[in-house]
């Protein structure tokens, strides 16, 4: 039996939101019982719920983990689907499945959710995780593959190896971080199709955007000063404007 699809989740849960675990094995609902596996859950962001749940951003609420299902740890963060439980002075959920926050709000926008409210609520989150991400990166800048090239053309591949390979950008603008002043700087990543790899940034000749840079990673060949790894190290130049506006 196949997984649901997350556009599938969020058309049959009654209740869907990101959160971050703020405890384990506890509910905040007086009374209840936390025989099954629990977790209090503090809301970031409602994606979708009837209004009488009276759910809002801020709100910790009490969630029975589904089974199976993999443990949660304090500061996990996942988009939650959910069904309703206990509503009282506190909000009492059962979790019927979740997603990793990053990658979430792509996976649903690209087939569409099933009413507006929730694809508006999708297209926040997704401009969140990029305002996120941007914070996170060590350098954000606007820039153009002008060169690529094999970081180690001599060396033999071995299984899971990212093949790293650098692109060279000449950069227009320079939005966060420190690049020395330099016009031009040199990026690692990981050109392998293995299966642990497939998904990450490969950049092309010719393209040009905001890039998202990041340290350089442990154990990979060559000298350059940043790295790029998730599909989201590089955003449309017009993000440019969202980054500002979030004080980046």
């Known amino acids: 039996m196949t997984e649901p699809s997350a556009p599938e989740m969020l058309a049959a849960a009654g209740v869907a939101f990101v959160g971050e675990v703020q405890q384990r094995d506890a509910a905040n609902v007086p009374g209840l019982a ?30 029975r983990l589904g089974s199976p299902s993999p443990p949660l740890s304090v500061g996990d963060r996942f988009l939650f689907f959910a069904d309703g439980w206990i509503y009282a002075e506190t909000i009492a959920l059962i979790e019927v499945g979740r997603l990793p926050v990053e990658g979430a709000a792509a996976a649903l926008m690209a087939t569409g959710g099933p009413d507006a409210p929730a694809t508006d609520a999708m297209h926040a989150l997704s401009q ?47 939005v966060k971080g420190d690049i020395g002043g330099r016009s031009e700087v040199a ?17 092309k000749a010719g393209q040009a955007g905001l890039w998202l840079l990041h340290g350089p990673q442990t154990g990979w ?28």
């Open 187 to 203: 990026v690692a990543y990981a050109n392998s199709q293995d299966v642990q790899w497939r998904s990450a940034l490969k950049p």
């Open 34 to 63: 936390t025989d099954d596996p629990t977790a209090i859950v503090r809301v970031e962001r409602v994606v979708k719920a009837p209004a009488e749940v009276g759910l809002a951003a801020g709100v910790a609420v009490t969630l």
């Open 221 to 248: 060949p060559g000298t350059a000063a940043f790295s790029v790894l998730h599909a989201m190290d590089l955003q449309p130049s017009i993000q440019l404007d969202l980054l500002r506006e979030r004080g980046i």
């Open 128 to 174: 969140d995780e990029v305002v996120t991400h941007a914070r996170e990166a060590d350098a954000v800048v606007r820039a153009r593959v002008v060169a690529l090239t094999d970081a180690a053309p001599q060396a033999e591949p071995r299984e899971h190896d990212p093949l790293v390979w650098i692109a060279t950008l000449a950069v227009d603008l320079a």
